[in-house]
Structure formats: C-alpha cells, structure tokens
C-alpha cells in the first residue's frame, strides 16, 4: 500500500511559506486591522521571515535590545519550536530595527516568568532589520532553529499595530488561537523542513 502524502506543507530554502495575521478568536476582525503578510523560509539552521506591514502610525519607543518592546508601539513577532520539544524562541524587531530575543523551557514558562532576564537571550543572535515603506513598514528577522530537513516545525507569527492616541494596540496573529493568547504553541502551523 502507498504511503500517504505528508499533509504537512514544506519550510524550505528557497520557496517561502505565506502567512497572513487574522483575529481569529474574533466573529469579525476589528474595523482597525491592517493587512500584514509574511512569508518564511528556513535554511542554514534558521527561520528566515520576511513580513509586510500595513501601518498607518508606524512608531515603536523601544531605544535598546531586548526591551518590552510589545509594550512600546509597533512590533512583529516572531514563535517557533521543533515539533518534539516544549522549549520555543520568540523574536521581535520594531520599525527602526530594535530587537528582542526570548527562550522559553516548556509552554507553561511564559506564566512563571518572574525576572524578564531570566528568558532574555542574547539579541545579536538574531538577524533583524526593517525600513519605512508608503504604506507602513516591512521587516526581515533570521531566528536561530535548531532542526532540519525532515524535522516537523512549529511557527507562528504576530503583530502589536500601535496608534498614537489608542489605549491598545491591534493584535493579531498568524495562529488560529481562540483567544488573543499567542504563547500557545500548541496552535502554531506545524510546516515539515526540507532541503
């Protein structure tokens, strides 16, 4: 008897996935969404990500690396885990390229946080970089992934849109999550790595 086809789609190094951010936990997205699309690779033991940002008030406050940059205006966010292990890396880069670079043990982690130092990895393991555009902004970020081909991959990707003015931010995500919760990583998009 054949083999099933593998219903996982393919990260590979040269034809990139495409992720676009939605609100699933919400009947209908906010009247304030911004499209934003992502398209990721990997190759050379990295998640590479490419990401367009519909903004209409591009900004973020964050002045060095590895601040609450969520918490200061405009980011991408960056998840990913091997399919095997409960440890996982989250990655963000702002619109002036400012960088933050966590590791978590297992997924209930995030929850028992109690020093922001304690899951701070160093920044300049990641490559990140983002430039203005007419309509907001685009953003490139190479996160370190130990896996490779024939590993199966969790990623996910999100968003804080912040606007001057606004309390909060418009959050959204690649992940279909019920809830607006994005270390749930048992939610991401499961992609097998080839090449």
């Known amino acids: 008897m054949p083999e099933a086809p ?6 590979g190094p040269t034809e990139p996935l495409t992720f676009h ?22 190759r050379a033991g990295a ?17 060095a690396h590895n601040q ?8 991408l966010e960056v998840f990913a885990r091997r399919d095997d292990s409960e440890s996982y890396v989250e990655a963000h ?3 002036d390229g400012i960088k933050l ?19 701070s990895v160093d920044p300049d393991l990641v490559d990140a970089r983002a430039e203005r555009t007419p309509d907001g902004w685009r953003a490139w970020l190479s996160v370190p992934l130990e896996a490779g081909p024939g590993d199966v991959v969790r990623v996910s990707f999100c968003r ?3 606007t001057r003015g606004r309390a909060e931010p418009v959050v959204s995500s690649s992940s279909p999550h019920p809830v607006p919760a994005f270390h749930r990583p048992l939610e991401w998009r499961a992609c097998r790595v080839v090449g």
């Not at 593998?6 to 990260?11: F, I, K």
């Open 6 to 11: 593998d219903p996982l789609p393919e990260l």
């Open 21 to 42: 951010l939605g609100q699933a936990w919400r009947d209908a997205p906010e009247p304030d969404l911004r499209p934003a699309v992502v398209r990721a690779t990997f």
């Open 47 to 63: 998640l590479h990500v490419e990401a367009e940002l519909v903004d209409d008030d591009v900004f973020n406050d964050a002045t």
């Open 68 to 75: 609450a940059t969520w918490e200061l205006g405009d980011v």
């Open 93 to 95: 880069v702002t619109p």
């Open 101 to 119: 670079h966590l590791r978590f043990s297992d997924f209930g982690h995030c929850a028992r946080v109690r020093d922001f130092a304690e899951i």
């Open 160 to 162: 804080y849109d912040a």
